[in-house]
């Protein structure tokens, strides 16, 4: 008889996760995963349908990627020391760097930030460290986070720029102290980058390493990300990325979106427009205070305990946005909602005037 036991078989690193929750937005105005919320015309669509009309889906697809690496380093104006590493959305290449490190290495970065970067270092069985920001404007608690660098000498740091969930830009002076005090490896996560005006893109040298996606520029569904950084590091991560990770259909969409950016560029320029007039219209109701934001998204305070309550409310009127509050800390009693087309924000704003 079989002694198979779950219990014995996988890491306790494993048994002791949750799985990483996506709520079905069926039939809700989506406004709770930062995406970008304009689809492309008909006319960009046929072009777009006409390159991929003979892709070759009988060949793997080019394991490096190389027409589209070379377009992002063109467009990110990268020298030639600087390499460019594609993953298969973010996600891929957190992962990659923490696979690489070694055994009870530690890793570094704030709380609240990005979920992944714990997620994924507790299922690795690494040592995860989040510093608390600071209560009173999120921005980085630059003694506690050089104490935990001299206290734990982390292998990686990661640092959102603009953060997730609270949307702000941390403190460059500060940014530049943490990667001058540090041994390891610095990761500038500029997701939200195009509504950011901000960038350390240029700052990619030795333990700096720049990361981004083209998920919250308007290709969420390609799952494409990408990080920037001296030769020599991308290629001990090229040593454990999944050969073919990026497919042909991705690598062809993306190079034509980026071929044709001036229409996000537009699409950019109206996000941030409608966030300027949803952070007026949040700030003029009772009870509600919304952070400002660098990103295309926005993180707001309830009053005390109604949180879910409100969340709840704004969900059964038919718009779905997150409900950061039962992560606790910081982000107690708050909600973070995207930033949609004009009448998917008027839709939320409607909800909340409802719920509050």
Not at 3 to 20: C, D, G, H, W
Not at 87 to 107: C, F, K
Not at 181 to 192: F, K, P, S
Not at 260 to 283: G, H, P, S, V, Y
Request: proline share 5%; aromatic share 8%.
């Amino acid at each position: 008889m079989s002694k198979f036991n779950l219990q014995t078989l996988f890491r306790p690193e494993v048994l002791a996760l949750s799985a990483y929750h996506v709520p079905d937005a069926q039939g809700f105005i989506k406004l709770d995963a930062m995406e970008n919320p304009y689809a492309w015309s008909d006319e960009i669509k046929q072009m777009w349908l006409a390159r991929l009309q003979n892709a070759p889906l009988n060949r793997y697809p080019d394991p490096q990627a190389r027409e589209l690496t070379a377009t992002l380093k063109t467009l990110n104006q990268l020298s030639d020391k600087i390499d460019v590493l594609l993953g298969n959305g973010s996600d891929e290449i957190i992962q990659l760097l923490l696979m690489a490190l070694p055994l009870n290495s530690h890793v570094l970065s704030t709380t609240p930030s990005f979920v992944m970067y714990k997620q994924i270092s507790d299922y690795l069985g690494l040592n995860y460290h989040g510093v608390s920001l600071r209560a009173d404007n999120f921005d980085l608690d630059l003694p506690a986070m050089l104490a935990a660098i001299e206290q734990y000498n982390p292998a990686i740091i990661f640092l959102a720029y603009p953060n997730n969930p609270t949307g702000n830009l941390f403190n460059v002076d500060a940014i530049n102290q943490i990667i001058d005090m540090t041994n390891g490896l610095v990761i500038i996560d500029e997701a939200y980058e195009p509504f950011a005006n901000s960038s350390f893109i240029h700052n990619v040298k030795n333990n700096v390493l720049v990361m981004r996606t083209v998920s919250k520029l308007g290709l969420a569904g390609l799952r494409l990300g990408y990080i920037a950084g001296e030769r020599e590091i991308i290629q001990q991560l090229h040593k454990i990325r999944l050969p073919y990770n990026i497919n042909v259909l991705t690598q062809l969409s993306v190079q034509f979106a980026l071929e044709n950016k001036e229409l996000f560029d537009l699409q950019t320029r109206a996000i941030c427009d409608e966030r300027a007039l949803m952070l007026k219209a949040l700030n003029s109701l009772n009870g509600i205070t919304p952070y400002e934001s660098a990103a295309n998204f926005i993180l707001f305070k309830t009053p005390e305990n109604q949180a879910t309550k409100i969340f709840e409310s704004i969900k059964s009127q038919g718009v779905l946005i997150k409900n950061v509050h039962p992560q606790g800390g910081l982000l107690s009693d708050c909600l973070r909602v995207t930033v949609g087309t004009p009448e998917e924000n008027q839709a939320f704003l409607a909800a909340i005037k409802v719920a509050i």
